[in-house]
């Protein structure tokens, strides 16, 4: 029976690790305390999880009080990297969502600590737990086509999952790094994890036209605009399952979760490319757009021995409208076309989150595949963000070995 205390009680933490814990982990793990600066939004967590473990109005004093074995981090971005910090200090193993911090050098500061305290930190790729993603892992370890040559990735949200990066805290590169750290973080790990190489150089374009200013006819936030009735980015906060998240929490720290995508305040991308160069030779194009009118990705990886070409789509319109399917296939140099079926598993994020959950919960379970991630798998995730963001900055390509600094052994 390992503690936990939790930092950040928002959405993604109730959801993802405050009510599975106190439900289908119970018997092995439980919380000791929460703290988030918006003790309504604490205390809200609290009830849904019955109460069992007070809310604290102190960060330090939950850690000396509660004395938990590890903290929960799913703060804002751009606070990770202090409460990782802190909690190791303090002694505890701390467990991050992604990304694990959002520049170069929170990231140097959390490794150095890590290794300072002899402390761990775990970062949550739940993407290396999803069935389909699993299975592309295990054809290219049975060298399925050889060498990995290259690597061609696209990624597309659509305009529900999209805009909300642009009406909510991560609109704001100080808060999140913008989706490159954000949301691409996943995207970046996942290759790395499948090739088995580290970045060593990025270059990197990115713009926001789609978001953004772009029209006259907006307002500061969807409960009070006047274009409400025909904007078709129009957001309900007062709907049930934002209501009193938000809606009712807002008195206390003045953050409105429905604030308008057109606004001139949005600082990050919503549409990027890229390309990555790999320690082994392999060479990654990707890119990314938050508006399109469907969800989903397309991977091909080119090998000595052939090709490998994966893609999963959902919504109404688009490659697969109206269907839930994965296809994976294999071409190879015999003239052979295989297609794997790979059937669908329920539960979030293609049933990665329950799967990852059992790792971090249950514990001492064989991992053949190297599934939980490092701190140092977080940092080589980042660094292909921070490296991006740079070089959109600069107008220039960007060593990842000028930015993190491995620590020694």
Known sequence: MKTYAIVGAGSRCTSMFALPISKQFADAARIVGVYDPNYKRAELLQQKCGGGFPVYKDF???????????VIVTTIDRYHHEYIIKAMEMGCDAITEKPMTIDEEKCN??????????RKVTVTFNMRYRPFVVRIKELLKQNTVGQILSVHFEWFLDTSHGADYFRR???????????????STHHFDFINWLLGEEPVQVSAFGSLRFYGPTREERGTRCLTCSYKSSCEFYFDITKESTR?????????????RDQCVFSEEIDIE???SL???????????????????FEGFKLA????????????????VGPFAGEDINR???????????????????GAHGGGDERLLNMLFRGNLEDPLQQQASSWDGAMSNAIGFAANKSMREGNSVLISSLIQKPKS
């Open 270 to 272: 919503d549409s990027v």
């Open 275 to 293: 390309q990555v160069k790999y320690s082994g030779g392999a060479l990654m194009s990707y890119s990314l757009t938050a508006h399109s009118p």
């Open 301 to 316: 990886i080119n090998g000595s021995e052939g090709r490998l070409e994966a893609e999963t789509f959902h919504g109404a």
């Open 109 to 118: 500061a959390i490794l150095e600590a890590e290794q300072r305290t002899g």
């Open 60 to 70: 330090e004093q939950m850690i000396v009080e509660a004395k938990p074995d590890v």
């Open 244 to 256: 009193d998240l938000y809606l009712e929490c807002e008195d206390v720290d003045a953050y409105y």
């Open 169 to 183: 805290w991560h609109r704001k590169k100080e808060n999140s790094g913008g989706l490159l750290l954000h949301k």
């Open 328 to 346: 994976l296939r294999i071409y190879n140099r015999r003239e052979e076309e295989i297609s794997y079926k790979v059937p669908l598993v329920l």
